[in-house]
């Protein structure tokens, strides 16, 4: 009789590691998923990506944004608002990058720097900049750029 409950007790340990490990998987496979969900259809670009857009005459879209509130307010609320509009872009955070480093990106767009604040979106047509929105204060703005430019047809 002893035995039989023994079997029973081990069973149940199995049976309880085994669906810990299931929440575990379940759970991070949750996890991935909403990562990826809040990275979108946007990709971070560096200054060497950029160069090669430009170099081979690439088409694309580019949010230039500060991720450092103290610097730009609004940037995170539009970039979320940009991920949930269907297009794909390049997110260039100037946080990220030297004074000297970002100069040179937008000396390499044609775009003078003292001329230019983020948050921006650059449509880069061929590898020139096309156009370009910047300090841009609220949402129908970006709506409207999308809009003007089909942006949400580069794929």
Same mark, same amino acid.
């Given at each position: 009789?002893?035995?039989?409950?023994?079997?029973?007790?081990?069973?149940?340990?199995?049976?309880?590691?085994?669906?810990?490990?299931?929440?575990?998987?379940?759970?991070?496979?949750? +996890?991935?998923? &909403?990562?990826?969900?809040?990275?979108?259809? !946007?990709?971070? %670009?560096?200054?060497?990506?950029? *160069?090669? =857009?430009?170099?081979?005459?690439?088409?694309?879209?580019?949010?230039?944004?500060?991720?450092?509130?103290?610097?730009?307010?609004?940037?995170?609320?539009?970039?979320?608002?940009?991920?949930?509009?269907?297009?794909?872009?390049?997110?260039?955070?100037?946080?990220?990058?030297?004074?000297?480093?970002?100069?040179?990106? +937008?000396?390499? &767009?044609?775009?003078?720097?003292?001329?230019? !604040?983020?948050? %921006?979106?650059?449509?880069?047509? *061929?590898? =020139?900049?096309?156009?370009?929105?910047?300090?841009?204060?609220?949402?129908?703005?970006?709506?409207?750029?999308?809009?003007?430019?089909?942006?949400?047809?580069?794929?």
């Amino acid at each position: 009789m002893a035995d039989k409950e023994e079997k029973n007790l081990k069973t149940t340990d199995e049976n309880k590691k085994i669906f810990v490990l299931v929440v575990t998987i379940l759970v991070v496979i949750l +996890l991935v998923y &909403l990562i990826m969900s809040f990275l979108g259809n !946007n990709k971070t %670009a560096t200054t060497e990506e950029l *160069d090669k =857009v430009v170099k081979d005459a690439q088409t694309t879209v580019l949010y230039v944004w500060n991720s450092d509130s103290k610097k730009c307010s609004n940037c995170k609320t539009i970039k979320k608002h940009l991920d949930k509009q269907n297009i794909d872009y390049m997110s260039y955070d100037v946080k990220n990058y030297s004074d000297k480093k970002y100069e040179n990106f +937008l000396t390499s &767009l044609t775009i003078n720097p003292p001329d230019f !604040n983020y948050p %921006a979106i650059i449509y880069i047509k *061929d590898g =020139v900049m096309y156009s370009n929105i910047i300090n841009i204060d609220n949402t129908k703005a970006v709506d409207t750029f999308i809009k003007e430019y089909k942006l949400t047809d580069l794929k």
